[in-house]
Every structure is written in C-alpha cells, then in structure tokens.
C-alpha cells in the first residue's frame, strides 16, 4: 500500500492531486523512471518531449519524498561550494558545474511558466551570518562569485541592513541572492507531474521496485508486476532502500524538520521578512526560514544524522523558531513534519552511469529544488545521445560513507558531532 504525503502543511494547501494506478503485468517502455520526485519527472518530461515512451515507478505517492515536503528555497550553485569543485575537478569544470547550477534554478523558473504551475515562486534568498567570523565568510564567498564566476545577482548586507530586512537581532551580516528564491514544494511537483503527464508519460504509484535485471534491455520488477525497458534513470536519492548498494552506499538519508505557524496575516509576516525572501545561516546545521504565500512562518533546520525523530518535532521546531522571531511566542504550530534528505560526503552532486543504459542523478544535499532539474536534464540527455553533461559530473569523486549498512549511522553522528561544537565556536 502506498503511504500518504507527510502530513504537513504542503499536504494540506495541495492544489491538486493524484490517485495513480499500482504496476500490474509486463509492461514495456522505450525508458523507465524510478522515483516521482523532480528529479525523476523532470527527466521524463524531457524525454516524452522528444518522443520517447516513459514509465514512472514510484513507491509511495508521487512528490511523496523531499520533492513534496522541503523547505522549498530554490538556491544558486551546489551544496558543495565552488571552491571544494575546484578542487575536485579543476577550474574549467568547475565553471561548467556553476552554470549548471544557474541552468537549475533558470530551468525552475520556466518550467512554472511554460507548464502555468501555481506554486507561490518569490524572488529573494538571503544567506546569513550568526556570528564575527560569518562575515569574513560571506565577504568571501561574494568576492569568489562576482570576481572569479561573474556572478551579479548578490547583495551584501551588514547588521542594519539585516535588521531592516529581517526583523531578528540573531544576525551579524548577510548576503542576499535576487536570482534565487522559493516556492510551494509539492505544488511545484505536482505541476510537473501533470504536465508529464499531458505528455503522455505514465505513472505508476505503490509500485517501488524489488530487483533490477540488468541487460540489453533492462527489467525492473515489483511486487505485482515489471517494467522492460531500453534504457533506466534511478532518481531515489534518499529512498534507495537497498536497491543498488554501490549507490546507496554513497548518499545518506539525514533527517531535517519544519513546522508552520498559524496564518500570521500580511502585515506581521512581511514585517519579519521583508519583500517576501526566504533565509538561511551558513551554520553547518543550518536554520532556514520563509513566509508562505497565505502568511505563515516556515521554519525548518534541526539534521537528524542518527535517523531517529526529535521526540517532539512541534517542541524542537517551535523553540528554533522562537529563539529567531521572538515576537512568535504565542503564535500557534499548525503543522511540523520531517523528511529525509541525500548528502554526500564532499556535499557535491552524485550523477552518473550504474551501467550503460543505467543512468544516476541523487545527493543534492540540501539545494534540491533547482539541483534536481538539472539531474532529471542530464539523464535525460544522456539517454538521447548527448552525455557530455553528465561526463563532468562522473569526474566528481565519491566516497562510501565509512561503516557499511550497519555502521555508517553512529560514524556520521559522531563526525557530525564536530561539527555541532564548531557552530558554537
């Protein structure tokens, strides 16, 4: 049975839905998609533009992981910063993965235009510091991206320019992105999905997959069913759920949390959060915040590198929020809710060949809801002919988180321990 979208506030302000059919029988496709997230639909809607016949399998309901229940900000470059790219794969690719990153959130933008997809889309994301040695950072971090990548889309801020902007004293200095933005998750991937859809893709829900069958031609079997197909796009990320250790092995699932207020009303809403931006702080375990299009607060952070609950996500969710915008200690929490997101080890996007016709796009660790289109675009690219695109990521090295299955867990709570002291530093 599949299970039912988190019940969060995304859930409940849905604009639409779907009620798709579970696998049954053989069916045959020229490509099948695991996964009906953005990653997965983007990559079918540029298959079926150019022809292809495509097959979605998704577990539960589609939007049903991150895609649906997020944060929702749209950010410029990778969760890996430019710099950690460079590294990785030299200056030159480097550059061609920041324009792709750019291509992501460009890609955003037209498809809810292209597509009339009503998700709340606001400009404005402003990255925050929380203490002196933030603001070195930032000042940085600007420099790199005007001088070195061109970059003229940022802003920076210092503390009365927060302040006029942000209505907390929490922050030092601030760098303002007007190219990024946010928007409603699961509305967004809904809109995909219709429109993949209406271009003839074909969705399947409760239907996750047992075993893949490699070969010429590929066979994905579920419980009820299997699916034969050319060519395979797996677009799992967080959800691979024992499907293909080489991948799972390398993405992490680590939880994160949100709640929503009550309807603030606009006034009070844009008096926290100016001109409607959303924000985060450049912590290593970041808080994130915006207000929804009927004037709540959004309020996430909190990883769960254990894979174990807060025990009360309201109570954890709420004093984070209150410890920024005081000014909401009375205001009720509506909805709190978690989900699990991908991360690498390095933070860099994780895309690439399983096998020939086996194609990878997971590990955004954090920026997905414009990293994911570029995963579904390069797959889908792949399998039409063109995989330079993919090529550069494949160039990025990944390590398997140390532990195997069973101990990976503890060893990244551990490690992650490090990093907790240091935001305190």
Not at 319 to 328: G, T
Request: charged content about 25%; some cysteine.
């Amino acid at each position: 049975m599949k299970q039912p979208h988190a019940d969060s506030y995304y859930a409940f302000s849905a604009n639409q839905s779907f009620d798709f059919p579970e696998l049954t029988g053989e069916q045959k496709a020229d490509v099948c998609v695991v996964g009906a997230g953005i990653t997965g639909t983007v990559a079918a809607i540029e298959l079926a533009k150019k022809g292809y016949s495509v097959i979605v399998l998704e577990a539960e309901k589609v939007g049903w992981g991150a895609s649906g229940r997020s944060g929702g900000q749209a950010i410029f470059g990778w969760a890996s910063e430019q710099d950690t790219l460079e590294k990785l794969v030299g200056d030159e690719e480097a550059k061609t993965l920041w324009d792709m990153s750019l291509e992501g959130l460009a890609t955003t933008k037209s498809y809810i235009k292209e597509y009339n997809i009503d998700c709340d889309w606001r400009d404005g994301m402003a990255h925050l510091g929380v203490k002196p040695r933030h603001e070195k950072e930032l000042k940085a971090w600007y420099e790199s991206l005007t001088g070195k990548y061109g970059y003229d889309s940022l802003e920076l801020w210092d503390k009365n320019e927060v302040r006029q902007h942000i209505d907390s004293s929490r922050y030092t200095f601030g760098m303002l992105d007007h190219n990024s933005g946010h928007l409603h998750p699961l509305n967004y991937t809904l809109g995909l999905v219709k429109a993949a859809k209406e271009l003839g893709v074909t969705f399947y829900e409760g239907s996750a997959v047992r075993k893949i069958n490699h070969g010429d031609k590929v066979r994905l079997d579920t419980e009820r069913g299997h699916v034969t197909a050319d060519n395979v796009l797996l677009a799992c990320n967080a959800y691979m759920n024992g499907l293909e250790f080489k991948l799972e092995s390398r993405v992490m699932p680590v939880g994160t949390y949100i709640c929503a207020s009550e309807p603030l009303g606009k006034d009070v809403a844009l008096g926290l959060m100016k001109d409607h931006i959303a924000a985060c702080d450049i912590n290593f375990v970041l808080d994130y915040f915006r207000c929804s299009g009927d004037y709540r607060m959004l309020f996430g952070g909190r990883c769960s590198y254990s894979g174990i609950d807060p025990r009360s996500i309201e109570g954890s969710m709420r004093k984070r929020m209150v410890d920024v915008f005081p000014q909401l200690k009375e205001s009720r929490i509506d909805f709190a809710w978690g989900g699990f997101v991908g991360i690498t080890m390095n933070r860099a996007p994780y895309f690439g060949r399983l096998k020939k016709n086996v194609f990878y796009a997971q590990g955004f660790s954090g920026h997905g809801i414009a990293a994911t289109s570029m995963g579904g675009k390069v797959m889908a690219e792949a399998v039409s002919g063109t995989a330079e695109r993919i090529d550069v990521f494949e160039h990025i090295s990944h390590m398997p988180f140390p532990g195997g299955r069973v101990f990976r867990t503890p060893a990244l709570v551990l490690a992650m321990t490090y990093y907790r002291i240091r935001d305190l530093l």
